[in-house]
């Protein structure tokens, strides 16, 4: 029985005695007269030893409780702070105090009547005179944070992280400022809030894949919307003149330390404005959030300083990116230009695989190599016309649109432009966005006819603005993951920890419906894919030295595995090469990108099983054919062997199984290596240890003689 069974079962025991002896354990009536808050405040100036005869009653969770004999001490924490109490003889009735020695636990909800004082170490306390039981906690807190330092778990149990962390607390109440002030500043400039709505049958406003649902009373599709923009503007062209609404954005699409598949945008028009407003508002913005949250002009953010003095600096994409990329946009104008660039100044973070048309690849290019190089406040402007459809072209150099962006630490903290209102330009551009979405582009828009029927009733000439509040408020509270600054985040399902009950074959119970999807996908593809095309694609998707090291390293362990087992060595090696090559771009979706992308390409089926199952307690595949079962049983000797050369002056020489098993039981060395995982992939394979460890062995020197070539 684990520790929190065992007190779940204390628990129910007690809570069962309070049922007994009459005690109602989830009482609805409750006195309180002060919050914690107000005690303080109000009793700031009592001294150490004094006590006053104002009798207060006071509400909240039971944070610890330490039971002295004549005398026990308490902490209460309401939504406002805490406050210790002490139940001391004689002032503390008999009753209440063998009600809170007998029944009362730390996590438990009281309401606590009694009069305030300070201790002699200037503590101040509620003596206790009474005490009810509000809520019985039948789950117990963690011990002073430990227990649940796991980080994914405090976003899957965001009320314990509340609970215990008055920091997380204070970065919601921020959040909630934030918001605050950008509605009262919007209605100040005479903007109406409004309603957009989530469930759409054509999806638009964005480059961006939707989430599809259905709606089972018409037998129709739907779509979640990813933007309010078309329905904002149509609002507009009904004769409102400044709109804005707060709402939920859904986009189907990765997700990393700034995205999540939901998250909260403010966008507003506004009529007769152009993008130079948005520029004006966005800095009188930053002046009134500097101020209602006590800021300066220099905030710290990641270890950098983030320098928030007015004016923001200003300057145009094109000139950026001739500084960053030293590309002209202006002659380097089309797809096939732009992609001999990239390949020609060997720009191996952009992934031009999978973009298809020159904005898609353009957009890549900022993203990957320009846009990170960005720290102090930044606005971008003057897009080229590619990257939105939805924008209005420059009247001076119709190739740009009028458009801004603000960049901060590499992050887009929010994007506007001046909205398109000739209809038959933006009939055009839909009609181009919708061949893209056929040809298969993910994130193209489809045709709205309905917004080009407003449209042509008359759009006047109208600035639209879109600004993130979780990236916003990820910036003002420090914050290094958008998951800190969403209550809820989007969480992987949970599953079967086969590393806690490994089962005799490997296999875990439950699948990803995701990775079974890929896999009915995946077909027996082009079977005669050279080392080198694999080379080339774990490259263009891995900057890091290191983990292109490992890749190459579980592969020709694979290979070693294929010559003794007489398998396609090709096929085996390659799976080695590419079993991670999607972990650094989309750690959230190891191996479901990977092998989305490898589908595409036509690589073998068996490929693609074998790297699904490697990490099988995501995705649920069943590790059931030989490759797969090696591939996962090589992959964390090979990194443990290659962190063992690395500290060996002789590196592979002399190096042997018996060396292997004492760097095993050194947990302090290479604590990344999972331990577990070596011990079931040996299980699995069915294999020698000497013989498995050997066998890496042989393989990592052999590609270390050859100079990984």
């Known amino acids: 029985m684990s520790r929190q069974d065992e007190f779940y079962k204390e628990r129910l025991k007690k809570l069962d005695a309070l049922k007994k002896a009459g005690i109602n354990p989830y009482p609805q009536e409750s006195t309180r007269s002060h919050t914690t808050a107000q005690l303080q405040k109000e009793h700031k100036a009592l001294l150490p030893e004094h006590t006053t005869n104002n009798k207060v009653a006071i509400v909240g969770r039971l944070m610890s409780f330490r039971d002295l004999g004549k005398i026990a001490f308490g902490t209460v924490r309401d939504g406002t702070g805490t406050i210790q109490i002490v139940l001391q003889e004689p002032n503390t009735p008999g009753k209440v105090s063998a009600l809170c020695k007998s029944y009362i636990d730390a996590g438990d909800i009281i309401n606590v009547q009694g009069t305030i004082f300070r201790t002699k170490r200037g503590e101040l306390s509620v003596e206790v005179h009474d005490l009810t039981l509000l809520t019985k906690s039948l789950a117990a807190l963690p011990d002073k944070w430990h227990g649940l330092e ?85 609002v507009v062209v009904g004769g409102f003149e400044r709109v804005f609404t707060v709402c939920k954005n859904f986009r189907n699409e990765g997700i990393d330390r700034q995205h999540n598949p939901e998250f909260t945008m403010l966008e507003y028009y506004a009529a007769y404005k152009t993008y130079e407003y948005h520029m004006q508002f966005t800095e009188e913005l930053f002046t009134r959030l500097k101020k209602a949250l006590s800021l300066g002009d220099e905030l710290e953010y990641q270890g950098k300083k983030i320098n928030l003095t007015l004016p923001f600096k200003r300057v145009t994409f094109r000139d950026l990116m001739l500084k960053e990329a030293d590309i002209d946009i202006n002659q380097v104008n089309t797809y096939e230009k732009l992609k001999a660039e990239i390949q020609e100044k060997g720009l191996r973070d952009v992934d031009i695989r999978t973009c298809t048309h020159y904005g898609a690849l353009l957009d890549e290019l900022y993203k990957r190599v320009v846009r990170p190089s960005i720290v102090q406040p930044t606005f971008l402007t003057h897009y080229p016309v590619e990257m939105i459809a939805l924008a209005k072209r420059n009247e001076k150099d119709p190739s740009k649109i009028n458009s801004v962006q603000l960049i901060i630490d590499g992050a887009e903290i929010m994007k506007s432009y001046d909205e398109l209102n000739d209809p038959l330009d933006q009939e055009a551009r839909l009609h181009e966005q919708a061949a893209l979405l056929k040809e298969g582009s993910k994130d193209a828009m489809p ?263």
Request: proline share 5%; glycine share 6%; hydrophobic share 35%.
């Open 447 to 709: 045709m709205d006819t309905d917004f080009i029927d407003a449209l042509k009733l008359g759009l006047p000439p109208t600035a639209g603005y879109g600004m993130g509040i979780d990236r916003l408020t990820m910036l003002l509270t420090n914050s290094p993951s958008i998951r800190d600054v969403i209550l809820f985040p989007f969480m992987k399902p949970e599953v079967v920890d086969t590393k806690k009950e490994p089962k005799p074959n490997g296999n875990i119970l439950g699948k990803n419906p995701q990775a079974t999807q890929l896999m009915n996908q995946a077909k027996s593809g082009k079977r005669k894919i050279t080392r080198n095309e694999a080379i080339v694609l774990l490259k263009a998707h891995v900057s890091s030295e290191s983990l292109v090291n490992h890749c190459l390293a579980v592969g020709a362990s694979m290979k070693a595995y294929a010559q003794k087992y007489g398998e396609d060595e090709n096929l085996w090696e390659i799976s080695g090469i590419l079993h991670d090559f999607d972990y650094e771009k989309y750690p959230e979706e190891h191996t479901l990108k990977g092998s989305e992308i490898l589908i595409k390409e036509g690589y073998p089926h068996e490929i693609i099983h074998a790297i699904l199952a490697h990490y099988s307690t995501f995705t649920g595949i069943e590790r059931d054919t030989k490759l797969a079962k090696c591939l996962f049983a090589v992959d964390e000797l090979s990194g443990l062997v290659t962190a063992m050369s690395k500290v060996r002056p002789s590196k592979f020489d002399e190096m042997d199984a018996d060396s292997v098993e004492k760097a095993l039981k050194k947990k302090e060395f290479a604590k990344n290596i999972s331990r577990e995982d070596i011990e079931i992939g040996i299980k699995e394979l069915g294999v020698g240890r000497k013989e498995h460890f050997e066998t890496i062995i042989a393989a990592l020197k052999k590609l270390d003689t050859e100079g990984k070539k």
């Open 150 to 234: 796991d980080k994914e778990e405090r976003y899957r149990k965001r009320y314990i992280d509340l609970v215990m962390s008055p920091d997380v607390r204070t970065t919601f109440e921020t959040r909630a400022t934030i918001l605050t002030t950008l509605r009262s500043y919007l209605q100040e400039e005479g903007f109406l809030e409004v309603e957009t709505p989530a469930l759409q049958s054509i999806y638009g406003g964005a480059s961006a894949a939707p989430f599809k649902t259905h709606l089972n009373a018409l037998d129709i599709p739907l779509y979640l919307s990813i933007s309010p923009e078309l329905y904002l503007k149509r």
